[in-house]
């Protein structure tokens, strides 16, 4: 996925301004796709000098602040990049070559960076599933929400998932210094 295409997303969902499109990617597409603020407003620069958005002055507003909004051209970009077939991602984890170099070299003494990755797990957990409990606990969604609710519980299942295999990772790193 490209940074652009998911702040096309954004900015299609609700044009704003930059400062606000940066809280709510944080919020949102953030807990699948990161970026600082500094690269979401130079992308927005980019896709500004392409004609995929546009930013006009606020009104009433502080001094120099800019509602984005998505252009014809950036509805397309979005179309045509939505419609490519693309590979799903392979786990790319440092920690799983840090398991290999355990196996091959010996106790390196990883439980206690799997103790710190499964409280954010945990957490990451608990915070889907308050965003569930919140938004998603009505007996009716629309559309758009159960799409929305379709992201949010791929988060979940990948949450409880790397909970449970860092749970297992664990037993195993304190059964083989044990055995030793």
Not at 11 to 27: H, N, T, V, W
Not at 54 to 69: D, F, P, T, Y
Not at 83 to 111: C, F, N, Q, T, W
């Amino acid at each position: 996925m490209s940074l652009p295409h998911a702040l096309l997303t954004s900015i299609a969902e609700k044009p704003c301004s930059g400062y606000d499109l940066a809280r709510r990617f944080d919020k949102s597409i953030g807990y699948f796709w990161h970026a600082t603020h500094q690269q979401i407003y130079r992308e927005l620069g980019r896709m500004e000098s392409q004609g995929w958005v546009i930013s006009s002055e606020v009104e009433g507003g502080r001094a120099g602040k800019k509602l984005i909004a998505i252009l014809p051209a950036g509805r397309d970009e979005l179309r045509r990049w939505a419609s490519e077939s693309s590979a799903p991602m392979r786990l790319r984890d440092d920690m799983m070559v840090k398991l290999r170099a355990d196996a091959a070299i010996g106790p390196l003494g990883l439980a206690e960076e799997f103790e710190r990755r499964l409280q954010l797990h945990e957490q990451e957990l608990a915070t889907y599933l308050e965003i569930e409990k919140r938004d998603f606990s009505a007996a009716k969604l629309s559309h758009e929400q159960q799409l929305r609710y379709l992201i949010l519980k791929a988060g979940i299942t990948f949450e409880e998932s790397r909970v449970q295999w860092t749970k297992e990772a664990l037993r195993i790193l304190k059964d083989g210094v044990e055995a030793k």
